[in-house]
Structure formats: C-alpha cells, structure tokens
C-alpha cells in the first residue's frame, strides 16, 4: 500500500537506456497498489522525483529541499554514529542512526514517513531506525584485526560511489592512520562506462582518500582521473592477485579501508584472502542460499554453487559426502 523511491541514479542504465525510463519503471510500483490507495513517498531532492505526476497520494522527503514535507536538517557526525533532526508538521525529532552517509539520513527520512504513515508513534520510529546495524557486504563498517573496513560492495554507480565518498568521510581515523580506497568496475553501465568512472576519478581527487588502488578494465579511467585531479598515491591493475598484493603492501594498522565496486567484481573475495575473514561466504548465506538439504547422514546448506556440510546425522563413524546435491 506505500512505496518508497530513493534515488533515480545511473544503475541499470545500460538496460534501461535512459534515467527516464528508469524513473518510470520506479512509479510503476503503483500498478500493484489497491484501486484508489496508497502513497507514494518520493525524494524531494531528486530532481527527477519532484513533481512528478502520481496516480496515488505523496509525499516528499528531503535535505537541500525546504518544501519537503519530511526534511532533515542539524546533520552531524562523532565518527562512530549520525544525528540530526526530522522536520514535519511543525515537529522537531532528533533522530540517531548507527551508520553513515547522507544518503542514509535520506532513507531514514524516508522511512520515517513510512512510519507516520502506518500510525506509528514518533518514539517508536525513532527507536527502530537507532536499532538499525548495516551488516555483510552492503555499506557495513567492521573492525579487524586493527583495521577499520567500510564493505560496500553489493552494487556501484556514480551516484552510490559519491554516497559512499561521503559516508566513508564521516568515520574517524585513528591516529597515524590513512584512508584507503580499493575501487572496481561499476558494471551495466553501458556507453557511458568511460565517462562514469572518469567522474568518480574526479571525485577521489576531491575526497579525503589518500591511497587508491583501482581494479578492473575500466576502473583504468578512474585512476587516470584521479591523477589528473592530483591524487598522489595511485595504484591501477586488473589482476586479482596483484590486487591482493597492493592491498597488503598499502593497507596498514590504524588505516580505515573502504572496498567499493559492483558485485561482479567480488571484492568481498579480495577482503577475505587479505585479511581472513569470510565475507563473501556470509554473503552467499544470506542472499543466495537455496536451502537445507538432508539425507539419511548428513545435513547441508547449499548454495548457488556450492555446497557445505553443516551437521552429521547419522551415528556410524564412517560417512561419505557425494559429488553432487540435489
């Protein structure tokens, strides 16, 4: 019955061809709510977004957009969490998030609506949005064996990139630390792949980020615009185990690492071999498992392409696992 759009960006664009059609493609949610309701709640700083013509009520939610009719304003950051106040019907509700970026004060705005909508109690809003972790790959920041790790490697485009520019520019380094970037291709695209990543190049170079490694064909443009922009340490390569190299030779203790690329790329697998976790593992477990298999020995999870043993069932001391799962 209510239906949240966040931002009309250049993901999918080579499917879609145009940010147009992309926008189009968001509104037709509206074909699936019941005859005569529902909301729409829209982002009132997307330029696409505002205004737009709405077969269902709306509602605008916003930063930079003083007639929103949700709006954000008092932003702040202490490098571990966010604040800031929620504006609406002449309310003032201060609001603390346990991740990053503007674009998460934006969906929480966005989700705060939601909530009014559904006749919940401010309070219960705002406990639920503090509850809030980010976790696996998908903009989460974890603490490893000394080093402070921003994954964000579920998807890329400019857009998301410049998200988590900002996001990874609010977490506090410690002392004698750097920030490092790790950045790979942003996939689909489409003709515009050499401009898009030439953007982001320009965005390092405006950025905080003091160490870049680049990885994939067409993150090449990335590390040329980034040089051009006078960013100084900057490492470019396409091979995987030369990336591995790069991230142990620049990555140090009290750095704050960020890994950010489209899926495709499996930086997750990158994090993982550097520094021993199991990211990409965690990710198949949640996103993509197809279920648990049993038979008369053993018990599995199995997983797009693979599978793992997780219990024995039987009581003989002798079991044999089989080639193939269902």
């Given amino acids: 019955q209510a239906a949240i759009v966040t931002l009309v960006g250049s993901s999918h664009l080579e499917a879609f061809g145009t940010q147009e059609r992309i926008l189009d493609s968001c509104l037709s949610v509206q074909e699936g709510m019941p005859t005569g309701e529902g909301l729409m709640i829209l982002n009132g700083d997307d330029p696409f977004q ?25 932003i702040r950051s202490d490098g571990s969490r966010l604040a800031f106040d929620v504006l609406y019907e002449d309310k003032v ?3 603390t998030l346990n991740c990053f970026g503007r674009h998460n004060v934006l969906n929480a705005l966005a989700v705060f609506a939601a909530g009014v909508w559904a006749d919940m109690t401010d309070e219960e809003i705002v406990f639920g949005l503090a509850s809030y972790r980010p976790s696996g790959i998908r903009q989460n920041l974890v603490r490893y064996g000394g080093h402070s790790i921003y994954l964000d490697c579920y998807n890329a485009s400019p857009e998301s990139m410049q998200s988590a520019f900002d996001a990874f520019e609010m977490v506090g380094v410690p002392e004698g630390g750097h920030r490092v970037a790790v950045l790979a291709d942003m996939l689909e695209t489409g003709e ?6 030439r953007r982001v190049g320009e965005m390092v170079a ?7 490694i680049c990885y994939g064909s067409a993150s090449r443009h990335i590390a040329d615009a980034a040089r051009l922009g006078n960013a100084t340490c900057v490492a470019h390569t396409e091979c995987f185990d030369e990336l591995i190299s790069l991230m142990e030779k620049h990555v140090s203790v ?15 697998l990158a994090v993982d071999r550097v520094f021993g976790t199991a990211f990409h593992e965690e990710f198949e477990r949640y996103e993509f498992r197809s279920g ?12 797009t392409d693979h599978a793992t043993v997780r219990g024995k069932l039987a009581s003989c001391c002798d079991v044999a696992i089989p080639d193939t799962i269902e």
């Fill in 292 to 303: 648990e298999y049993r038979d008369d020995v053993l018990r599995y999870f199995v997983y």
């Fill in 192 to 197: 515009e792949e050499a401009l898009f990543h």
């Fill in 254 to 268: 009290n750095d704050v690492l960020m890994v950010k690329g489209s899926h495709g790329m499996k930086l997750e």
């Fill in 93 to 95: 509700v201060a609001v």
């Fill in 50 to 74: 505002w205004g737009v013509s709405c077969s269902r009520s709306v509602v605008y939610y916003g930063i930079d957009n003083e007639e929103c009719d949700y709006r954000a304003a008092n």
């Fill in 206 to 212: 405006r950025s905080k980020i003091e160490k870049l």
